[in-house]
Every structure is written in C-alpha cells, then in structure tokens.
C-alpha cells in the first residue's frame, strides 16, 4: 500500500520562506516522477512542480523562480523549497507520483494528509 505523508507546512509572513518534505513509502519511488501539488482554499487542487527520477524539473507558472522541486531517492523524498512567499501561496500542498511518467500526471495514488501553508501579508 503506498502512503504519502508530507510536512513542513506552516503560518510564514509574505516573503518568508519554507520547506515542505514528502515521504513515500509502498512505491518503487526511484522510478516514479514525483509531483507537488496545491489546493488553495475554495479552488481546485492544482500541480505546482514535477520531477522526474533523473532530476529533470518542471514549474508551473505560479512557483515560476521562487519554488525549488528536488528530490532524495535513497530517502524516498520530495522536497518543495518555497522562497518569497505569496498571500495567494496559501493552500494544502500535496505530493504525488505521476502517472504516464510524465510532469503532468495525473496523480497516481490516494492522496495523503497533505501540509498546510498559509501566508500572511
């Protein structure tokens, strides 16, 4: 059974920075592209970056310059590094492997507990 479980999130006033973590367990995560996603409040869960098992990154165009995917896969870990942060940053950020092996999925798995991010202006 694959689980997800992400952390790092909290309370960051505008142009602080953080930095999420996403653990998978039950998946050959070597293998997989690794995406974070978010969910803003009220909208749609929406991808924000990917990478794939080499370490070739995709952004989209929110994080655009200001977020960092990378990855750690003798961990099994995904990181999001988020610097100058946005009031409209504010959402739960999630992790997922990508389906198709490509950077824009979709979404392979259950979704985890995710980790809260809220920016203060």
């Known amino acids: 059974q694959v689980q997800l479980v992400e952390s790092g999130g909290g309370l960051v006033q505008a142009g602080g920075s953080l930095r999420l973590s996403c653990v998978a367990s039950?998946?050959?995560?070597?293998?997989?592209?690794m995406g974070w996603y978010r969910q803003p409040p009220g909208k749609q869960r929406e991808l924000v970056a990917a990478?794939?098992?080499?370490?070739?990154?995709y952004y989209a165009g929110a994080g655009k310059g200001r977020f960092t995917i990378s990855r750690d896969n003798a961990k099994n870990t995904v990181y999001l590094q988020m610097n100058s942060l946005k009031p409209e940053d504010t959402a739960v950020y999630y992790c997922?492997?990508?389906?198709?092996?490509?950077?824009?999925?979709?979404?392979?798995?259950?979704w985890g507990q995710g980790t809260q991010v809220t920016v203060s202006s």
């Open positions: 997922n492997a990508q389906g198709d092996n490509s950077y824009y999925g979709p979404p392979l798995y259950p």
């Open positions: 039950g998946t050959i995560f070597s293998n997989r592209v």
């Open positions: 990478i794939t098992s080499g370490g070739s990154k």
